[in-house]
């Protein structure tokens, strides 16, 4: 098996081949910050971080560049609203949206670049486009003239005479349906110069521009939601090998997430945004682990329904895994002999619950890949997962199970493997089981949370200098708050003494 993807340029599946060997380059389009972003805009953040970690996972090197859409009508509009400088609302949404993106935990985008810092990339662009006959200037504004470029609609599957107007500026245009490279500033609106006077880029054109910058021509896969096939995505190709006729294809591989519907609606910003779907809201009553689980759950390319029952069920199962995870950690972390011991009953059920972890272990990447392989099928992949953790946790949760050495020695691969594939996801119950723990000390009041890592930092220290006094005290300490350290091969951990 070899990786496929569903490649919206040529409505099939295909063999994944980078164009770089060992190397794949991704852009994704990012938000236009203007508002907070709702969980609709969340799921291509967290399916293409998926694709990324997927591609690493594989053994790529990954550039992943996302952009932030900082100057726009949107923005300008909500700028007049509140009657700010549009850098006042530029500057609180897109701190929001750095937020969101650490309480999401996902930090695999190596580049996050602005419109506006890519002015000059983006009058250079431009003015390819117009030396090679495909753009004019109309009235200050440039535009870009649709029925020179024979190939356009070669993405969205339109015939030109099919398509709706394009809604930049009413007049002066040669056609309807041509749109803005760039726009003449009105008075009082933000504006840079240009060799066509003030005014600002267009929308479609800064995503060719940054694209160009950092990932060059022709790299390998360009993704966001299904609503940007038309006109935004159908634009950046046709503004790209305009300007770089002599290159040949814009982009290898288009990979475009469905919408989030709410009882059968896409949720659109058209209908303005209600407070339950805004993410930050969400991140409040439900983990990142829950929300990442909930949207990797359906394929990335099928709608996703949204309600606060499915985010609940999420949870759920979110928590089935977190219990196994931790009655795993609990099993291989024991060294207490004895009470292994006393559950010795040999057993022919053991023995086959051993064969059965064994087979597990030796199956479970496989399976794994081959569902991913498969146009990142994270839906298949998550049940295989969720197969496995039941199956595992049957075996352990079995009063005369044997813990001998081998299956402590299988279980902690096991819990390796099953929490590195569930990374790929984003998804870590390990860091949900110790986060759990630290807010039940933090609760139960035995010590301040916070204190835990730094004192057992402090004792490693100590105990690297052989300074054993030291380490004694901190560990007793910690001892009469209730907490219990274990030093294991790759470091020490801690539990709450029950
Ligand atoms: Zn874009």
């Not at 009553?285 to 689980?293: E, G, L």
């Not at 329904?305 to 499915?310: Q, T």
Request: proline share 2%.
């Amino acid at each position: 098996m070899a990786l496929k993807l569903h490649n919206t340029l040529s409505r099939k599946k295909e063999l994944f081949v980078s164009s770089e060997k060992n190397k794949v380059k991704m852009y994704v389009c990012g938000p236009t910050v203007y508002n907070y972003i709702s969980i609709g805009n969340a799921r291509p953040v967290i399916v293409f971080n998926m694709v990324r970690n997927y591609l690493k996972y594989l053994g790529y090197e990954v550039l992943f560049v996302q952009n932030i859409t900082d100057i726009e009508d949107k923005i300008i509009n909500k700028a007049n609203e509140e009657g700010v400088d549009y850098k006042i609302i530029t500057e609180r949404y897109i701190k929001a949206f750095l937020e969101d993106l650490n309480t999401l935990e996902i930090d695999s985008i190596d580049e996050i670049p602005f419109a506006t810092g890519m002015i000059n990339e983006i009058i250079d662009i431009i003015t390819r486009i117009i030396n090679n006959d495909y753009g004019y200037v109309a009235g200050g504004n440039v535009y870009f003239d649709v029925f020179k470029d024979k190939n356009y609609g070669k993405l969205s599957g339109q015939k030109i005479d099919e398509m709706k107007d394009s809604d930049d500026g009413e007049f002066e245009k040669r056609n309807k349906i041509d749109f803005a490279l760039w726009k003449k500033a009105k008075p009082g609106e933000p504006s840079w110069d240009s060799p066509w006077g003030r005014g600002r880029p267009g929308w479609h054109i800064e995503c060719s521009a940054m694209a160009y910058k950092y990932l060059g021509f022709g790299f390998d896969i360009h993704g966001g939601g299904i609503d940007l096939i038309f006109p935004h995505h159908e634009n950046e190709i046709a503004q790209s090998e305009a300007a770089f006729p002599e290159k040949g294809n814009f982009v290898k591989y288009w990979m475009h997430n469905g919408m989030i519907e709410v009882r059968e609606r896409k949720m659109s910003k058209s209908d303005g945004l209600q407070d339950d779907w805004i993410l930050k809201n969400l991140l409040k009553k439900f983990s990142a682990n829950v929300i990442k689980f909930y949207i990797l759950s359906t394929h990335y390319r099928s709608p996703l329904e949204f309600s606060g029952e499915k985010l609940e069920e999420s949870q759920k199962a979110f928590e089935k895994i977190t219990n196994t995870v931790r009655n795993i950690q609990f099993i291989i972390n024991k060294k207490d002999a004895e009470e292994r011991e006393s559950r010795i009953n040999n057993n022919l059920k053991s023995a086959e619950d051993k064969r059965k972890l064994k087979y597990l272990l030796k199956s479970i990447k496989a399976d794994f890949i081959s569902v991913m392989d498969d146009d990142f099928n994270s839906a298949g992949a998550i049940g295989i997962l969720f197969e496995a953790i039941k199956t595992v946790n049957g075996i352990i949760q079995a009063a005369d199970f044997i813990y001998d050495k081998e299956f402590i020695h299988d279980l902690n691969n096991f819990y390796n493997e099953i929490t590195g594939l569930y990374k790929i996801f984003g998804i870590d119950p390990a860091g949900a089981v110790k986060k759990d723990l630290i807010e039940h000390a933090a609760e139960t009041g035995s010590i301040e949370a916070s204190q835990i890592d730094k004192l057992i930092q402090e004792r490693n220290e100590a105990r690297s200098i052989k300074d054993f006094k030291k380490s004694d005290e901190i560990r007793s300490r910690l001892l009469k708050a209730g907490i219990i350290l274990e030093d294991r091969k790759d470091g020490t951990i801690w539990k709450i003494q029950k």
